[in-house]
């Protein structure tokens, strides 16, 4: 009873819970939110780039993106930023024209998870049949214009569950962004509870910022579900009742006459 106790004491006091939980709603969640909506939009774009050039049939298209796919994918999220944040701090400086550590934040978060989502729309295009893209350029669609309205939105359209949990990954790797030095109105989810939990001794801010990221992952968990079963299912079609069948209509007899040849069939012969 004195471990529970201990451990009830040390990740779930109410009273530390109390001070950080305001902290917690006010900045961090919509911190951590801002982190995950700037990268996630840049990085469809440019996965949905790196997925039309690594299916490109010219190699100066082509031997880019798989580089660039098997190098991001190759190297840890926190190295990457830890580079991006030391190393090119001037960067931010110089051509953002800010010292906020936001833009190097992102744009690190943005090129590891296009390289993710870049090879998954490149597998749903692929899957896109072949019969799509001919009767597109039947009906006089360019090359572009067939891939772009045709083949891109089909293609990813197939990988939505898929996409949606990368982006649900990617709000879990926002908590790295705290290795760039972030400033008090700056912190997201983790390094809330993390300064919270160096300055007070007790641990249970970390247990808040774990219901957080579950209040936010959570729901967009069972949507993923919910949109992965709706495309298993597909459209319901809904099949209208027949009016002719409710006026009767169909009800009525019907001649004997043949349609080919309009001959009514001979009654058989009795023999008597």
């Not at 190098?71 to 090119?88: F, T």
């Not at 939990?197 to 970390?206: I, R, Y």
Request: net charge neutral; glycine share 8%; charged share 15%.
């Amino acid at each position: 009873m004195e471990i529970l106790s201990r451990l009830f004491q040390n990740f779930f006091n109410w009273e530390y819970i109390a001070q950080v939980l305001p902290v917690m709603l006010t900045a961090g969640i919509w911190n951590t939110l801002f982190l995950t909506a700037v990268s996630g939009v840049l990085a469809v774009v440019l996965g949905v780039l790196l997925a039309v050039m690594g299916m490109s049939h010219s190699r100066w298209l082509r031997w880019p993106a798989r580089i660039y796919t098997d190098v991001l994918r190759g190297i840890p999220a926190i190295l990457l930023i830890v580079i991006m944040g030391q190393g090119l701090f001037w960067l931010a400086r110089d051509v953002f024209g800010t010292t906020s550590p936001y833009p190097l934040g992102i744009t690190a978060l943005t090129l590891i998870t296009a390289a993710y989502l870049g090879e998954i729309f490149r597998s749903g295009i692929q899957s896109v049949d072949v019969g799509q893209s001919d009767a597109a350029r039947a009906l006089g669609f360019s090359s572009g214009s067939t891939m772009l309205f045709v083949i891109i939105p089909q293609g990813i359209r197939r990988v939505l569950p898929a996409t949606m949990n990368q982006l649900i990954q990617l709000i879990k790797l926002s908590s790295l962004v705290f290795y760039l030095g972030l400033q008090a109105d700056q912190r997201e989810i983790f390094r809330i509870a993390q300064d919270f939990a160096s300055m007070s001794g007790n641990q249970s801010a970390l247990t808040v910022a774990a219901v957080c990221y579950l209040i936010i992952t959570v729901p967009l968990t069972h949507l993923v579900n919910f949109i992965d079963q709706r495309l298993r299912d597909g459209k319901r079609v809904v099949v209208q009742d027949d009016p002719l069948a409710e006026t009767g209509a169909l009800d009525q007899p019907t001649s004997t006459t043949t349609p080919t040849t309009g001959v009514k069939p001979a009654a058989k012969e009795t023999v008597s």
